[in-house]
Nanobody
Framework: QVQLVESGGGLGQPGGSLRLSCAAS????????MGWYRQAPGKQRDLVAK???????NYTDSVKGRFTISRDNAKNTMYLQMSSLKPEDTAVYYC?????????WGQGTQVTVSS
């Protein structure tokens, strides 16, 4: 069983920055593939970014060059640094972990980009 706890959401200014964190339980964190999805009101949940156990990363086109995903295996924590925020980044952000053929989800954290 893997438990995920997100933090760091809130209100951001257009053009500003926020950093999300996802703390994971389990002694095998380093082998999890992890990532972030987001879901805006009335829309489906879409992949934002993912990072493998070897720290290979992928991003959806709309966040490339603005968001950076990273992980600290010593702290069992994954991060999403969001910069140059846009109103269209407003959504609930969910972290996930893939382990032992199962997907685990965090509870979600709200990110609102508005002036």
């Amino acid at each position: 069983q893997v438990q995920l706890v997100e933090s760091g959401g809130g209100l951001g200014q257009p053009g500003g920055s926020l950093r999300l964190s996802c703390a994971a339980s389990g002694s095998r964190f380093s082998i999890y593939t992890m990532g972030w999805y987001r879901q805006a009101p009335g829309k489906q949940r879409d992949l934002v970014a993912k990072i493998t156990s070897t720290s290979k990363t992928n991003y959806t086109d709309s966040v490339k060059g603005r968001f950076t995903i990273s992980r600290d295996n010593a702290k069992n924590t994954m991060y999403l640094q969001m910069s140059s925020l846009k109103p269209e980044d407003t959504a609930v952000y969910y972290c996930y972990a893939l382990y032992d053929y199962r997907i685990y989800w965090g509870q979600g954290t709200q990110v609102t980009v508005s002036s």
